[in-house]
């Protein structure tokens, strides 16, 4: 005999259930999408669930750990949600709750995965850290944070941030304006990070002092980076000979993240790229890391993670055929 359905009241009191649910009550529609036997109908903070007793003590399980990841860090999102069903967690299972910066308008940011978290350790344990892999893991944001937290601690003075000035199977032609405004389309994921983590009218004052200092791959050369958090982003990009100048930069008192996705190498054919060689050579330095981001630590949308699978299905497919035909 079938169970008749019973309504279950849960309280979103504690929480800015607003917030929690999204605009427009995005995260409520997604979690309804999850939950196709149950009946949810939000009236405020109030929420009723209508449904079988077992798919209501698994709809509780599942909702008390998407608060929990809610409360830890501020807001939550679909590859949260799909995290949590298929594990009983979401991807901060495993990584501490130290805050690395208090952002704007409340935000807090920490690391929210195991790698990230190992990222943000390395970097209390070594001088220089690489960080590798794909889109949307974190490594660029994570970097920005840990410099942001380093100046706000006045353990360093300044905060430089460089890249290569390589399009991604783009040409973007002349660019006008000073040399910021030519690097501001290469370096937007930089200025993004900063705007979350500095207010504005500080974050300008910075930039014309120089606090932080925005600066071509190609001008690093000849410099001696002393007191300075420096981060060298798309470092893919940069070749043998342009990574090695840049790593003989570091001075005194100086912290460098080099990030990067070496699976998008923009640079011609017959160029190899500094990053893939460097961390080959420099892994077992002293005073070095690297460490390796993938698939489970993207953070993006949830579609995201799938994209990157099947790009990397697709590699895997052609490596075959060549070694076939070998």
């Given at each position: 005999m079938e169970e008749k359905g019973i309504e279950k009241i849960i309280s979103l009191e504690e929480i800015d259930y607003m917030r929690f649910w999204g605009t427009n009550d995005k995260m409520l529609d997604f979690v309804r999408l999850l939950f196709p036997k149950l009946k949810l109908v939000v009236r405020g903070e109030m929420l009723k669930v209508i449904g079988s007793t077992d798919d209501i003590v698994l709809f509780e399980d599942k909702l008390g750990a998407m608060i929990t990841y809610y409360e830890k860090f501020g807001r939550i999102n679909e590859n949260a949600i799909m995290q949590i069903m298929e594990n009983g967690g979401g991807p901060d299972t495993e990584q501490s709750d130290e805050i690395l910066v208090h952002g704007r308008n409340g935000?807090?940011?920490?690391?929210?995965?195991?790698?990230?978290?190992?990222?943000?350790?390395?970097v209390k344990k070594n001088d220089m850290v690489f960080a590798i892999g794909p889109a949307g893991t974190g490594k660029t944001y994570t970097a920005v944070a840990l410099a942001v937290r380093a100046l706000k601690n006045k353990e360093i003075r300044r905060i430089i941030l460089t890249r290569p000035a390589v399009e991604a199977?783009?040409?973007l032609g002349f660019l006008p304006g000073d040399l910021r405004d030519k690097?501001?389309?290469?370096?937007?994921?930089?200025?993004?990070?900063?705007?979350?983590?500095?207010?504005?009218q500080k974050l300008l004052s910075y930039w014309e002092d120089n606090t932080i200092e925005i600066a071509p791959l190609a001008f690093m050369r000849g410099r001696t980076l002393d007191n300075a958090f420096v981060i060298l982003d798309e470092a893919q990009n940069a070749t043998s000979a342009q990574l090695k100048m840049f790593l003989t930069r570091m001075g005194r008192n100086a912290k460098f993240i080099i990030t990067g996705d070496i699976t998008q190498i923009d640079l011609p054919?017959?160029?190899?790229?500094?990053?893939?060689?460097?961390?080959?050579?420099?892994?077992?330095?002293?005073g070095i890391s690297v460490i390796e981001l993938d698939n489970s630590d993207v953070i993006r949308h949830r579609l995201v993670t799938n994209i990157i699978r099947a790009y990397d299905k697709l590699k895997e497919a052609k490596k075959e055929i060549e070694e076939d035909v070998i």
């Open positions: 935000l807090l940011i920490k690391a929210r995965t195991p790698n990230q978290q190992r990222l943000v350790e390395a199977g783009e040409n690097l501001d389309p290469y370096l937007q994921p930089l200025y993004d990070a900063l705007r979350d983590m500095i207010p504005q054919r017959n160029q190899q790229s500094g990053l893939v060689q460097a961390t080959q050579i420099l892994k077992g330095i002293d």
